[in-house]
């Protein structure tokens, strides 16, 4: 149903922040908007997951901050990945599309425990 929210599965946040900030640098609040925008409103980041994930992130040495002028001409923090986050981003999501390939294979069994197509 669109606009339905649905919870994040656990590291699920670092992969779209990793994305996003892969794109262009951005600061913490256009990454929550530019979620939101692409997924039709289903991902919503709250500031209080965000922002630790983005500290997280910048710890593990994956994205790194600079302090720049929002759209509004107020200071803020803007988030761009490192080498090292390409290569975490690119890890991450050869991993969620295996792992959602496999879960797309279970689900399509049927009850009689052959595929939906057979």
Do not use: C, F
Request: aromatic share 6%.
């Amino acid at each position: 149903m669109p606009g339905e929210r649905i919870d994040l599965p656990q590291g699920t946040l670092d992969l779209l922040i990793l994305k996003t900030v892969a794109i262009e640098p951005q600061h913490g609040w256009a990454i929550s908007e530019r979620i939101q925008q692409i997924s039709s409103s289903v991902l919503q980041v709250q500031q209080g997951s965000l922002y630790p994930a983005l500290h997280r992130l910048e710890r593990r040495g994956w994205i790194k901050a600079r302090w720049g002028a929002s759209d509004n001409n107020r200071r803020a923090k803007y988030y761009e990945l490192t080498r090292a986050g390409r290569t975490q981003l690119e890890a991450e999501s050869h991993n969620w599309r295996k792992l959602a390939t496999a879960v797309e294979q279970v689900l399509g069994i049927g009850v009689d425990g052959l595929g939906a197509d057979s």
